[in-house]
Nanobody, 130 residues
Framework: QFQLVESGGGLVQPGGSLRLSCAASGFTVDHYAIGWFRQAPGKEREGVSCISARGGAMINHADSVKGRFAISKDSANNMVYLQMNNLKPEDSGVYYC??????????????????????WGQGTQVTVNS
């Protein structure tokens, strides 16, 4: 079974940095597209960053985080990371990693409108304030 566990969230001041980790078990992250999503209270879930299978040939970021966030896979440890720099208060929310159920997908999407992301972690809280 697919399992994902996020960690690394916390409280940080504006302009600070955090690195979120997503530990996967039951599957190999290199073989699946992985997305990071976030949800703030009263707001819809938002796709933040994603990375495809096939060597991460495709990486996408939401416009709001381009130039500040980076997504990567660590094959040796079967992990996915989200490096978040220059954090802003509007970055606050619960961050989730999720896996596309389809194997060897060479693309990734920040939208789950088609229900591609079937496996989700429990989330980790990120709070950015003074």
């Amino acid at each position: 079974q697919f399992q994902l566990v996020e960690s690394g969230g916390g409280l940080v001041q504006p302009g600070g940095s955090l690195r979120l980790s997503c530990a996967a078990s039951g599957f190999t992250v290199d073989h699946y597209a992985i997305g990071w999503f976030r949800q703030a209270p009263g707001k819809e879930r938002e796709g933040v960053s994603c990375i495809s299978a096939r060597g991460g040939a495709m990486i996408n970021h939401a416009d709001s985080v381009k130039g500040r966030f980076a997504i990567s896979k660590d094959s040796a440890n079967n992990m996915v990371y989200l490096q978040m720099n220059n954090l802003k208060p509007e970055d606050s929310g619960v961050y989730y990693c999720a896996s596309d159920w389809r194997k060897y997908t060479g693309t990734c999407t920040l939208s789950d409108d088609l229900g591609r992301y079937d496996f989700w972690g429990q989330g980790t809280q990120v709070t950015v304030n003074s």
